[in-house]
């Protein structure tokens, strides 16, 4: 089952900030936030394990809410390289997961100079 | 260190032709591998993955297919393209970030145009 992420699309000015989430109906073991620049493949940015944990990632970092099964990237002071979509892919808990990640429908995030 | 290579970057085919995309992996052994689609301005799929040589498990029904004929390979298949397999396919392996933690490393895709 996907996870859904909101909001769908965020257009910025430079400097300001954001916060996209992703939310899961099953248990979340992981949560693993890419960014896709247009016609390239995600890059990794962070994981993060079940445990309320928060990460940073330069002024980017996120926070894994296990009880509502849902984590948030936070985008600080944005950077015109910030532009791309954001996808969120979380791993279940409970069975054989083999390391699969399921995806969310991505987060359009724009940064305008 | 590890790397992913995936071919080719950029694919027009016709209805009904066929199809390999392939992706191999180096500087590890016996990986976790799957192939992912991206519909245009979607989210991606997950279509196959693989924990061996042989070991093909198939996510959604289609008209695709997958074989790992080698440790390190991961092919994508099909017998008759159809116009809906047209989109961004991403070959990755599981890797290890740090000391326990597990990311995906993804290829550098490949753009199918079915016309």
């Known amino acids: 089952q996907q996870p859904v992420q909101s909001p769908q699309a965020v257009i910025l000015r430079e400097g300001e900030d954001a916060v996209i989430n992703c939310s899961s109906s099953?248990?979340?073991?992981?949560v693993h936030w890419y960014r896709q620049k247009h016609g390239e493949a995600p890059v990794f940015l962070m994981i993060?394990?079940?445990?309320?944990e928060q990460k940073g990632h330069e002024k980017i970092s996120a926070s894994f809410n296990e009880k509502k099964q849902q984590s948030s990237l936070y985008l600080t002071a944005s950077q015109l390289s910030y532009s791309g979509t954001y996808f969120c892919?979380?791993?279940?808990?409970?069975?054989?997961?083999?390391?699969?990640?399921?995806f969310g429908q991505g987060t359009i995030l724009t940064v305008h100079p | 260190s590890q790397t992913i290579h995936q071919w080719p970057a950029t694919l027009v085919q016709p209805v009904g032709s066929p199809l390999s995309l392939e992706c191999t992996v180096e500087g590890t052994s016996n990986p976790n591998l799957y192939w992912y689609r991206q519909a245009a301005g979607r989210g991606l799929q997950l279509l196959f993955y693989s924990v061996g040589i042989g070991q093909i498990s198939s996510e959604v029904p289609q008209n695709l297919s997958a074989s790992r004929p080698q440790d390190r390979q991961f092919i994508l298949s099909s017998k008759k393209l159809l116009l809906s397999d047209s989109g961004f396919y991403l070959c990755a392996w599981r890797g290890v970030v740090g000391t326990w933690a597990e990311k995906l490393f993804f290829g550098s895709g490949t753009q199918l145009s079915v016309l």
């Open positions: 993060l394990l079940k445990g309320g």
């Open positions: 892919g979380s791993s279940y808990a409970g069975g054989t997961s083999y390391g699969k990640l399921t």
């Open positions: 099953k248990a979340l073991y992981s």
